[in-house]
Structure formats: C-alpha cells, structure tokens
C-alpha cells in the first residue's frame, strides 16, 4: 500500500502493527538511510503514531485510514529533523520533557541550506 506520490510504502507486520516508511533520499542523496520507519500501533480504542517524518507529503490522511474511528496519540521518538517535521499534521504530540523546548520552537535548518543549492 502506498499513498499516490510513492514517497510513503506502508508495511503491515500483523494486524495491529504497521511499519510506514518515508523516502527521504528525495530530500538530498546524502540521505542514504532511506527509509525512515515509523510505527503505528493499533489498539482496541486508540493508536499510537511513533514519529511524523520528514513533513515533506501529507502523513496525517494516510494515517487516518488505517486508524479509522481510533483516538489517535502521537509521540516523537527524539527530536532529529527526521522524526519531528511532520508534527504540525497533527495536534498534540508527545516527547521527552529535555527535548520538548527544540520541537515547541521552529525547527532551524539554515546548517542544511547548501543542500538545497
């Protein structure tokens, strides 16, 4: 199953448990750790998002039809670029209080501009 862009492959492991993955080469061919996992778990009544990604193609829709009524949690794994620039999709999400200031600020990528070039 993959969203239209092909920038999202999601992987179901068992019912409960699927592994989506991110391809963040596009980002730069430096990225050679493609992809980057997610995880969502699914319960009873709720699921549980591990990470947002890169932010790059919508998550949150791809997301919301696996889940279907479940109250969804999000929770970042760490605050690298990587795993925090998908957030603003969704509304509250979780994180160790001694990362909670780097993701509550705009996340400065100016290091990464030349990039870009």
């Given amino acids: 199953m993959s ?3 092909q920038h999202f492959k999601i992987v179901k492991h068992k019912d409960y448990l699927y592994v989506i993955q991110e391809n963040i080469s596009i980002v730069h061919s430096a990225y050679t750790n493609d992809p980057l996992n997610m995880y969502l778990i699914l ?7 591990i ?6 193609s919508p998550l949150k829709p791809i997301v919301d039809k696996l889940i279907g009524s479940r109250k969804l949690l999000v929770f970042n794994s ?3 670029w990587d795993h925090v620039l998908g957030n603003e999709e969704f509304g509250e999400v979780y994180i160790h ?10 996340y400065n990528l100016s290091h990464a501009k030349e990039l870009f070039a």
């Avoid at 990470?51 to 790059?56: H, L, P, Q």
């Fill in 78 to 80: 760490h605050a690298h």
């Fill in 97 to 106: 209080e001694n990362e909670e200031k780097i993701v509550s600020e705009p």
């Fill in 51 to 56: 990470d947002t990604g890169c932010g790059i």
């Fill in 3 to 5: 969203d239209n862009n």
């Fill in 43 to 49: 319960g009873n009544h709720s699921a549980l998002l």
